[in-house]
Nanobody
Framework: QVQLVESGGGLVQAGGSLRLSCAAS????????MGWFRQAPGKEREFVAR??????SYADSVKGRFTIYRDNAKNTVYLQMNSLKPEDTGVYYC???????????WGQGTQVTVSS
């Protein structure tokens, strides 16, 4: 019943910005931790960012460039991506889970392509 729907992906030039959105339903959003992962062709899925309560964490590769935040009233989590690099290209997935559990619910993904 939990559904996570990503949007906001697209094609952008290196150095540009995108904001990804993840709309959640079928869960009590305020008590869920949310995260973003990405997967490039031929590579394993990797962690990008997570927010749990007011605590955030980021992969080293995106620190200082990406920001995760949430709007509990809209049941939506966002990933603001600035200073994009070609290596940021991939399918970005939204994930969620209970505060005491794993990120075990997943969206379908949204494609981000950064051209050089």
């Amino acid at each position: 019943q939990v559904q996570l729907v990503e949007s906001g992906g697209g094609l952008v030039q290196a150095g540009g910005s995108l904001r990804l959105s993840c709309a959640a339903s079928g869960l009590t959003f305020s008590v869920y931790k949310m995260g973003w992962f990405r997967q490039a062709p031929g590579k394993e899925r990797e962690f990008v960012a997570r927010i749990s309560g007011i605590t955030t964490s980021y992969a080293d590769s995106v620190k200082g460039r990406f920001t995760i935040y949430r709007d509990n009233a809209k049941n939506t989590v966002y990933l603001q991506m600035n200073s994009l690099k070609p290596e940021d290209t991939g399918v970005y997935y939204c994930a969620g889970g209970r505060l005491t559990g794993a990120l075990d619910s997943w969206g379908q993904g949204t494609q981000v392509t950064v051209s050089s």
